[in-house]
């Protein structure tokens, strides 16, 4: 059984959007075993998002995810990260297929309501990157 990690970014949550978008993965049988609201810390940040580091919007990234408080969710099942993937929709919202989450509730590419771990590899890394935060025992 597969684990993957979603954020549902500031903006989202903020917009009380976040019950819409957990039953969208709720109504997909995809099992929620673990959901924690808090303010993302800037070295949780560094960490999760240390692909990005040194690229032009790499601050603009952190500043905005620090912004408010996110939902974060650890989703389990079979083929869990493609699942994930398929229903969260193209980073970009004006690409992203009608129906996915970032094209009903996304407005930007740093604005697009969720993440999601883009591979299993990806979701174990996250996972262990937030855990402490978001109190989840592995």
Not at 55 to 73: A, G, P
Not at 89 to 106: D, E, F, Q, V, W
Request: net charge negative.
């Amino acid at each position: 059984m597969e684990r993957t990690l979603v954020i549902i970014k500031p903006e989202a949550v903020i917009k009380k959007l976040a019950g819409r978008i957990i039953s969208i993965y709720e109504d997909n049988r995809l099992n929620i075993i673990h959901a924690h609201r808090c303010l993302p810390t800037k070295e949780v940040l560094a960490k999760h998002y240390k692909a990005l580091q040194g690229k032009d919007f790499y601050d603009s990234v952190v500043q905005f995810m620090s912004s408010s408080e996110v939902i974060v969710l650890i989703l389990e099942g079979e083929n869990v990260v493609n699942i994930v993937r398929e229903i969260n929709g193209s980073t970009n919202p004006l690409k992203a297929k009608p129906g996915t989450i970032r094209y009903m509730y996304g407005e930007t590419v740093q604005e697009n309501a969720v993440h999601g771990s883009e591979s299993v590899e990806a979701a174990k890394e996250e996972i262990e990157i937030w855990k402490d935060l978001i109190r989840f025992e592995i």
